[in-house]
């Protein structure tokens, strides 16, 4: 069921990304969606939806990770995310 769930709001923010780029943060510019691979020395994680934005005319990422329930290395893993996402596309 949790797949079912991701995917599901894995398809709603694809069908509009600058609807939820607004949502999320006002003012920001969706650009494109960024590549979702991302590596560190041992394994390969995929976020739940990574895309390329403008905000004040500085370039930067935007990542959501969907959950249907708690799940307590969440921390960890957008943290995870977000080291490995700035280092892949060299922006905040």
């Excluded at 694809?14 to 041992?42: C, H, R």
């Excluded at 959501?64 to 596309?89: G, I, S």
Aim: aromatic share 10%.
């Amino acid at each position: 069921m949790a797949k079912q769930w991701d995917d599901s709001m894995k398809r709603l923010f694809w069908a509009e990304p600058q609807d939820f780029v607004s949502w999320l943060m006002p003012g920001a510019e969706y650009i494109d969606k960024a590549k979702l691979e991302l590596k560190n020395l041992t394994r390969t994680v995929l976020p739940d939806t990574l895309y390329k934005i403008k905000v004040d005319a500085e370039l930067g990422m935007l990542h959501a990770e969907f959950q249907k329930r708690a799940d307590p290395d969440m921390a960890n893993r957008v943290w995870e995310y977000n080291v490995l996402a700035t280092l892949e596309h060299k922006c905040p």
